[in-house]
């Protein structure tokens, strides 16, 4: 089940829906799919995931790097980052790109606090720390980090195979730089099949915010000078930050509903989702999708 927050004019409501396949009619009509010039996607559980759970990931350096004062567990550890990365996304938004510092930096200070919350009696050398942290951010910039989606690349290869496609791609994501300058040139050069690269740490603005929106849009005009906001798609794994999101904005949207992938974990679970035109539960239900490889359905039949 997945719980998705809807704000209105009277108090935050939630609505539960139950996550079925059954339950969605997820298309776009073929007047919308027939507009659609440019696909918008974000990275992290909707393109990629993490190979392994990211707290397995962070416990194997804590092995690694011989913190055995004592070695913090993988539950006190998943406390630790769910504390952790909230504080810091919340006090320096946009991985640093707020505050006006690096990438690195912000995950420096993130895992340290981490460990804090992970083990507050516990206090760790700065060369304990530095040995772990380095092998954290090693992992998390190398093949061994991260993995294309199966449904990702069906979609990709579909695109790139139909003749009369000419789709523009290109991304928009609350992510670090690095994923648009490292991670995805090495999974098999991903980005080899985008256009334009809309990232948080670099726009200091994240989804669902307009300005974030904004710089995409002017992006996928540069190559698409004519191109109108609601000839753009946009597809997410957040309720609030993807749909609402590029809703409000004018881009078209799909809720990319990931809750029955093992592979994919949401940590943003605080950002309040914002209004748009005709915004109702029937709206979020006819446009959800489960699967990638129903996007490239929709696109392409629309198109023969």
Request: aromatic share 12%; glycine share 4%; net charge negative.
């Amino acid at each position: 089940m997945t719980i998705y927050r809807f704000q209105t004019c009277c108090p935050i409501i939630l609505f539960l829906i139950v996550v079925c396949q059954r339950t969605f009619v997820s298309s776009l009509s073929p007047s919308s799919a027939n507009k659609i010039r440019a696909i918008s996607l974000d990275v992290t559980g909707t393109l990629l995931a993490t190979k392994e759970p990211v707290l397995k990931s962070y416990h194997d350096a804590a092995i690694w790097a011989k913190l055995f004062n004592p070695t913090p567990t993988q539950a006190e550890l998943k406390q630790g980052f769910k504390l952790a990365f909230k504080e810091r996304c919340i006090e320096s938004p946009c991985f640093g790109g707020v505050e006006g510092i690096s990438g690195r930096d912000w995950w420096r200070e993130t895992v340290s606090r981490v460990l804090y919350h992970a083990k507050p009696d516990v206090v760790y050398t700065d060369e304990e720390f530095d040995r772990y942290f380095r092998r954290v951010y090693q992992h998390f910039g190398s093949q061994s980090g991260y993995m294309v989606l199966e449904d990702a690349t069906s979609l990709l290869t579909s695109l790139q195979d139909a003749s009369s496609s000419d789709l523009l791609l290109g991304i928009t994501s609350n992510t670090p730089t690095r994923h648009m300058e490292s991670v995805l040139p090495m999974l098999d050069n991903l980005h080899d099949h985008f256009s334009w690269f809309t990232c948080s740490q670099d726009v200091k603005y994240e989804k669902p915010s307009v300005e974030i929106f904004e710089a995409s849009y002017q992006q996928a005009k540069f190559w698409i000078p004519n191109l109108q906001k609601d000839e753009i798609l946009h597809i997410g794994d957040s309720y609030a930050c993807d749909y609402c999101g590029a809703k409000r904005f004018g881009f078209q949207a799909l809720m990319l509903d990931r809750s029955d992938n093992p592979s994919v974990t949401a940590y943003v679970d605080w950002v309040d989702a914002p209004d748009y035109e005709g915004k109702s539960l029937e709206d979020v239900r006819e446009n959800t999708i489960t699967s990638l490889e129903e996007v490239a359905a929709m696109l392409l039949g629309a198109n023969n």
